[in-house]
Structure formats: structure tokens, C-alpha cells
DNA sequence: CGCGATATTGAGTGCACTCAACTGCAGTGG
DNA sequence: CCACTGCAGTTGAGTGCACTCAATATCGCG
């Protein structure tokens, strides 16, 4: 509950980059103290790259400020985006227990604030505090569930319904009837296997059919839930 | 390296479903042991089920002996074919340290013999042994290295091409020219997100342009690996 | 206000789907 | 021993969804 901001005069804007991450946050101060030892913080511009596919992997990314995109790119050159992380999200994780290599890229979406770990830091944390071990398998068996029911939508679903089960996804999320696109036409068609115009075409039709209403390229409302998921 | 069947009269046939799985085999007898006492064998005819969506899930599943695969059933009854598991793989895992309702179905494919490991008694193993921990950490990550891939090809790749990706995958997991296929035509195409038809009629054109050689419904040979992929 | 980037709309094409018929093979029983 | 049955796989014909390429409209920003 209680953020205890001026804990730790010396480290500034650091702290917070711990203590927001579901993997830390449970843990007491002077346990995150200790982890906040181990976290570096770099500042990004606009569309810049965090890292590519070959690069050598051995840190932990955890975004503190702004946004980012993990993606991947086919031998053709066609991308597919696989997420959009906030503030709290982390990445680069894979490269951390098995393979060392990246496979996918990251890019700044906006200007951000990421907090970098070393994996050797991170496995001395991991013996350190077990319970950590366990947050991040509960966090890898959420993002493995989402892959898998992602996957499974590919499989099983035509453009529309990805689509609309992508704004239903981001309903729950946030939670309003006001939904905010969290990047652009393009990203979207490169996340849901499609292409821009289809995008921009089968929301039209969603729009004629009544279910959703677009007030701008990002911001939509949902008018009828239930419908859309039919 | 030696496999102490002799070790434990009692337990029988049960002891190597614990040592042959990559998340335990590498601790020492004694701890095995531990972990036996919490492990239940149970027998499957092909074909039946192992559990259900909507199913309370709080048991882990390892199979022993025998062929399994796990789906997920669209609304429309479209089905997705998750992963087939082999000897040692094992499934059951996401919920044990998130949600609790299965999300995909499990069968049988041939007569089975899996294993079953509850919930609290893995949560105690894993206290008592965090190196277990690290192990499926590895495991979940390679995992979701795989499902990621998995949805890029979905995303970025032609039927064809997937198909084709996917014998290449078969073939390097085999090691052999000789490719043996785990599955049905109707499995495969649920795994690739296509028809049974399509994938005879795809099969069919990498035969006659020379990559592949059909020498029954399910044993191929592939011919021309770098073609293959191209 | 003007420019470039982003988004929409239009026309035409092709890949993969559906539905249907046919073939091949394994197991069963006369 | 061979016809019979049923399932798995293949092949064929026709259709439609989503793609590509191109033109136009709109947004965001200096």
C-alpha cells in the first residue's frame, strides 16, 4: 500500500522500478533494497531498439516509464508483434533460464525509462529468495496460458473474431466502455495477423453492425459486448 | 546413467516416471524418493480423457508410457491441437501457480500410463528443493519460447509454409531423413491451423516438387531440407 | 497552414475453405 | 477366404475471405 519514497535518498527514481513489478513487490524493503542494488536504469527516445534478434541475452528488461514492443520478424520480412509492455511488464526473460540468444526485438514505443537486471544478479536473488522463483513461474504460466489461447485464436479464428476478441481482451482490462488503442493500425494488423486495411475495414463493419463506435483511430467504445463475442 | 529399478521393491514400475523427466531426473536417489511418495500412477485406454476445460485443475500430469495430446475447442467446436506428449513431457503445469479451471482438453492417443503429482504436495517439493524450481523455470521457458514462435508462424506464414516449418522442426527433433508423423491428418491440420484436405493437397505439392517423399500416411522422408524452408 | 505519416476506401486476385465423391486399408463376420 | 463395413486419406469443383496494389482522406505536428 504505502510507498516509502523517501526510504532511500541515494537511489532516487530507482526504487519505484522494483516496487512496481509483480515479481518483486511482495517482498519487504530491505529485500528490495538488496534487489535494487542489482538494477540499472536507461533512458530511451522514441522507436528506439532495446534489443534484436542475435543479440546475445542475459539481462532482465522492466519497463519503469513509457512503452514498448516486443516483435518478430519472418524470413520474408512480415512482423508479428507479439506484445505491448507497460510500466511493471518485463521482457527478456527466456534468455534467462534456457537459450541465450534473442529471438525477437524490442523497440520503444514512446520516450521510456527501462531497469535492466544481470542475469548472474538475478540468480543470486533467486537463492537468495526462493519465493521470487515463485512469482515468476505464476507470471510465466499467465503469459504461457495467453500465448496458448493467442495461438489457439490463430488457429481457429477468422479476422474479425481476433479482432473483436482482442477489444473484448482490452475491455476487461481497462475496464471502460472507452477503450484506448494502445498503438497504431499498423501494429495492430502486425499483432492479430492481418494487415492495416483489413483492420480498418472489418472495424468499420463492427461499427455498421452496432457493436463498437470509433471516436478517433485510437479510442473506441463498446456498445455491445456480448454481440461482438458472437 | 544407471537406473537403480531395484532401489524400491514396492513402488514398482513407478520409480522411473520420476527420474525420467527433465524437471527431476537430475537430483540425487534419495530425493527421488521423496518425490515417488507423491506420485500416482494411473492407466488410460486410448482415447479416453485425462481432464477437461471447466475441470478444477490442481494436479500435474507426466507422462509415463503412451502418447497424449492436449487441445483447445473454439465456440465453434473448431478444434486446436496444443501439443502431443511424449514419454517424460508434461502438462497440467499453468495452473498450478495461477488459475486453477483448465482451459484445453487432455486424451489419450494410444494406452497410456501417466503420472499425477498434486498441487500441494508439488508446492511442498518445491520448497524443500528449489533447484526444482530453476529446472521448470527453464522448462516453462522454453516452452513459451515455442508457443511464441508457434503464433509468429500462425501470424506471418502461409499453410504451406507451416507445414513445411513444422516437418523441419519433426526433423530436427528426430534426427532421422526418415520423418515418423505422431499424429492423424485431421490432428495435424488441427495443430496447423488448417483442413485435413489442405494439408494432403500441401504434402501432395511438396512431393511432386521433390522435398519430400510420402512413403505412408504417416512416415515421410525429407529430401530437400534447405528447400523445405525456402 | 502545409507537409508527412497514418488511416480509410476501392478494385481485383488468389489461397485455402467447404462440400462431395472416391480410394485404400484394417478389422469383422459370414 | 473373401465380401462388408467403417474410418482415414486423397482428389475434385466451386466459393468466399482476406490479401495486394492503388487512390484518396484524415490526422498530427512543426
Known amino acids: 500500500m504505502s510507498s516509502n519514497d523517501h526510504l532511500c535518498g541515494c537511489h532516487g527514481s530507482m526504487q519505484s522500478c522494483v516496487s512496481i513489478v509483480p515479481i518483486f513487490n511482495h517482498l519487504q524493503p530491505p529485500q528490495m533494497e538488496t534487489i535494487m542494488k542489482a538494477v540499472r536504469t536507461r533512458t530511451f527516445k522514441k522507436g528506439e531498439s532495446i534489443y534484436r534478434a542475435g543479440d546475445f541475452s ?5 519497463v519503469h516509464k513509457g512503452k514498448i514492443k516486443t516483435y518478430r520478424l519472418a524470413e520474408s520480412g512480415k512482423e508479428y508483434l507479439v506484445s505491448v509492455l507497460h510500466p ?3 521482457s527478456g526473460e527466456y534468455a534467462l533460464f534456457s537459450e541465450s540468444i534473442h529471438e525477437s526485438y524490442a ?3 514512446e520516450p521510456s525509462e527501462i531497469c535492466t537486471i544481470q542475469r548472474k544478479d538475478l540468480q543470486g536473488i533467486l537463492e537468495k529468495y526462493p519465493e521470487v522463483a515463485l512469482k515468476i513461474l505464476g507470471e510465466f504460466s499467465r503469459k504461457l496460458e495467453q500465448s496458448e489461447k493467442q495461438t489457439a485464436y490463430f488457429a481457429t479464428e477468422r479476422v474479425e473474431s481476433r479482432i473483436a476478441l482482442y477489444l473484448a481482451d482490452l475491455q476487461r482490462q481497462q475496464g471502460e466502455r472507452l477503450v484506448k488503442l494502445p498503438m497504431s493500425r499498423k501494429d495492430l494488423a502486425a499483432h492479430l495477423g492481418t494487415t492495416p486495411e483489413t483492420v480498418s475495414r472489418k ?4 461499427e455498421s453492425g452496432g457493436y463498437i463506435r470509433q471516436h478517433s483511430p485510437k479510442k473506441l467504445e463498446i456498445l455491445d459486448l456480448d454481440g461482438l463475442l458472437a
Open 58 to 62: 542475459d539481462t532482465l528488461y522492466i
Open 107 to 109: 523497440e520503444t514505443l
Open 203 to 206: 472495424l468499420a463493419d463492427l
Open 88 to 90: 511493471g511488464d518485463f
